[in-house]
């Protein structure tokens, strides 16, 4: 047979896919890769890390606060507590 330009080819196997398949690509809502550094790359996924271990502590605290039942409550040393022990003296 006689040689299919690149073109004709394409459109034909689209055409083809079309028929045997409803499946298509997501749009791409995002800018497309780009090329980075190792430094840039190195200092990223550090950052990550650190975000993601940060947020791993605050989830294991929070576990662990309602595993024990721990309530947090005011605390204000200055306050109306302090003032509700004064003894209260008439002066004469």
């Known amino acids: 047979g006689s040689p299919v330009p690149p073109e004709e080819r394409r459109l034909r196997d689209k055409k083809h896919l079309d028929d045997i398949t ?3 690509l997501p749009p791409l809502h995002h800018s ?17 890390k650190e975000a993601y271990e940060e947020m ?3 989830l294991a605290a929070q576990k662990l606060a309602e595993r024990l ?22 002066e004469d």
């Open 32 to 48: 497309p890769a780009k090329l980075l550094s190792i430094e840039e790359s190195i200092a990223i996924q550090i950052q990550q």
């Open 56 to 58: 791993q502590a605050k």
């Open 22 to 24: 409803a499946a298509r």
């Open 69 to 90: 039942n721990i309530k947090m409550l005011r605390f204000e040393p200055e306050g109306e507590a302090s003032t509700q022990y004064r003894e209260v003296r008439d």
